[in-house]
């Protein structure tokens, strides 16, 4: 069955980078994107961006141009997002799934809490 | 960037009734919408896809119609596992896809 398993929560200071991993299993890597989404407490979802696993191309919403890198390895079948210069507001649940448009299988999400 | 409205913000609903969630898109997605389920704690779930096609292992009581600007979600007979949050998702005009902002089922 198609899985993604995302890496553990994670605490960090402000203006340091974190790195989130999502690794994807039940299925053929390289045939589907992986999108990128976050949920700030008690809020509503927000499209971070995506990256074809094939070519390892990243489309990112303008807002976090600049902050965020989306890679992908298709040794491992695992997709990373870097998000850097990090801020309060980055704390978020940082979810993965599968699909560049929308999104049918879901990784179980990730906590980054962003404190001084 | 297409703004997608939701609403009601929440609606207090009782097991059994059927009920309508309504997204709105600042210009038209065409077909290019989907549905989402989310309870506390959990990520969300597809529900719907390409307006109105059911996702794999979704009861028919969930059902999606519209196109364009108007979409709505269809619950004909609410379950208690039903009680969540429900978001919109348009992907025609990507990057980036952009949600609502949510609509909360509660228990009336």
């Known amino acids: 069955q198609v899985q993604l398993v995302q890496s553990g929560a994670e605490v960090k200071k402000p203006g340091a980078s974190v790195k989130v991993s999502c690794e994807a299993s039940g299925y053929r890597f390289t045939n589907y994107g992986i999108s990128w989404v976050r949920q700030a407490p008690g809020q509503g979802l927000e499209w971070m961006g995506g990256i074809t696993a094939y070519t390892g191309k990243p489309n990112y919403v303008q807002r976090f141009q600049g902050r965020v890198t989306m890679t992908t390895d298709t040794s491992t079948n695992t997709a990373y997002m870097e998000l850097s210069s990090l801020r309060s507001d980055d704390t978020a649940v940082y979810y993965c799934g599968r699909g560049h448009h929308y999104i049918d299988y879901w990784g179980q999400g990730t906590l980054v809490t962003v404190s001084s | 960037e297409i703004v997608m409205t939701q609403s009601p913000a929440t609606l207090s609903v009782s097991p059994g009734e059927r009920v309508t969630l309504s997204c709105r898109s600042s210009q038209s997605v065409s077909g290019n919408l989907a549905w989402y389920q989310q309870k506390p704690g959990q990520a969300p779930r597809l529900l719907i896809y390409?307006?109105?096609t059911r996702a794999t292992g979704i009861p028919a009581r969930f059902s999606g119609s519209g196109s364009g600007t108007e979409f709505t979600l269809t619950i004909s007979s609410l379950q208690s596992e039903d009680f969540a949050v429900y978001y919109c998702?348009?992907?025609?005009?990507?990057?980036?896809?952009?949600f609502g902002q949510g609509t909360k089922l509660e228990i009336k």
């Open positions: 390409g307006a109105s």
């Open positions: 998702q348009q992907y025609n005009d990507w990057p980036p896809a952009t």
